[in-house]
């Protein structure tokens, strides 16, 4: 049985989200709780927009009242500042010839019945011409600029660009996603994402945004990544179910015919459990059968762990036992996807084996 706090929580977000009635009336501590798990789950803006479905007498108290107000209005200007800045780069990229897109983030929040109280992180920028050609790009005015004397240092999908804000941090994507630690499902996942980009939207805040069908399945892989890294929490599970809220029959029926192609099959299951869990999803907006045995699984993961993981009770233990406790869950996390989770050992074990051999030696 979860926790009475965590429950109290998924029914106000759920007002939050949907607008369903939130019956409870919490007391001083238990909004002190909500409180904390909002900022834990980095949920904080949209869980403020329930207080216009609440009475008088359901209302947190004043001073925490003030108090989330002023992160919500934060929330909202950072969301104004992350929207102008992919409308400039987007216009940047243009002016060089190039097709963009933004990923995840601010195309998501476009679709919150508040497009500014949607907690932001960075801004995902796709750039069409593949990786060695965006490099050169960014070598070149006006992003030899912003570079400044920092070196461009490329990861498997993206490089970091870097701005004049460090409230601003931007991924230019050379890759439509990081994937699946799989390398027969990337390779199919990859392939089908670079063909469904050719299909984006110019919208309003001054950017352009992939299809809701791409989002579906590149998201879904995103989530599934993360979990098995570290974790994800209900900021992924509100994204993905505006993105189902905003998707076609035809939307969900293409996505759902490659789950098992793309290695999304069980991680899918898991979600829609999750959706219907947490936000009673109507059935007709789901992409396969939910799965309750795996779904309970990753819910009391996002709930235990927080956004990413970070929250988790083994992130707080020293280095030796925070190892062994993160191999502990990915064996039992075996069980989602016995070879996304091989094979991302194999690549663990690549990458310590490359940083090992590239270390200096020591004085002998």
């Known amino acids: 049985m979860m926790e009475h706090n965590y429950q ?19 007391s001083a501590q238990e909004w002190s709780e909500l409180f904390k798990i909002a900022g834990q789950q980095s949920v904080m803006g949209v869980c403020y927009t329930a207080f216009s479905h609440l009475s008088k007498d359901q209302m ?10 002023a992160e919500a209005e934060t929330i909202r200007g950072l969301n ?7 409308a400039r780069l987007t216009q940047l990229f243009s002016e060089q010839g190039r097709k963009t897109a933004i990923l995840k983030g601010q195309a998501n929040a476009r679709l919150y019945p508040d497009k500014f109280l949607r907690q932001p992180g960075d801004i995902d920028i796709w750039v069409e011409g593949g990786r060695e050609n965006v490099l050169s790009l ?3 005015e006006p992003f030899a600029s912003m570079m400044g004397d920092k070196e461009l240092k490329p990861e498997y999908h993206h490089v970091h660009l870097p701005t004049s804000d460090k409230r601003v941090i931007v991924e230019v994507h050379f890759l439509p996603s990081s994937g ?3 390398p027969f499902t990337n390779r199919r996942l990859q392939r089908w994402l670079n063909m469904e980009l050719i299909n984006t939207e110019s919208v309003e805040e001054g950017f352009n945004v992939p299809s809701v069908r791409f989002a579906l399945a590149m998201q879904l892989s995103h989530i599934q990544h993360h979990f098995f890294r570290g974790g994800i929490g209900l900021r992924q599970v509100c994204d993905y179910y505006m993105l189902l809220k905003n998707s076609t029959e035809k939307d969900r029926w293409m996505v759902a015919d490659y ?9 899918a299951g898991a979600l829609m459990w999750v959706l ?4 009673q999803m109507d059935r007709a907006l789901i992409l396969c059968k939910p799965d309750s045995y795996y779904g309970e699984c990753m819910l009391r993961e996002i709930m235990e762990g927080g956004n990413f993981g970070h929250h988790a009770q083994r992130q707080h233990q020293r280095m030796w036992r925070r190892l062994f406790a993160g191999k502990l869950r990915q064996l039992r996390l075996m069980r989602f996807n016995f070879w996304e989770v ?23």
């Open 8 to 26: 109290l929580f998924l029914a106000l977000l759920r007002t939050a989200m949907t607008g369903e009635p939130f019956e409870p009336v919490p």
């Open 80 to 86: 104004e500042l992350l929207n102008q800045e992919a």
């Open 138 to 140: 960014l070598k070149t």
């Open 276 to 279: 219907g869990e947490v936000f």
């Open 60 to 69: 947190p108290p004043m001073e925490l009242l003030v108090k989330w107000m």
């Open 342 to 364: 091989f094979w991302m050992e194999v690549q663990f074990c690549r990458l310590s084996s490359k940083r090992c051999s590239s270390a200096p030696e020591g004085n002998n």
């Open 180 to 182: 699946n630690f799989n």
């Open 259 to 267: 789950l098992t192609a793309f290695g999304l099959r069980q991680i």
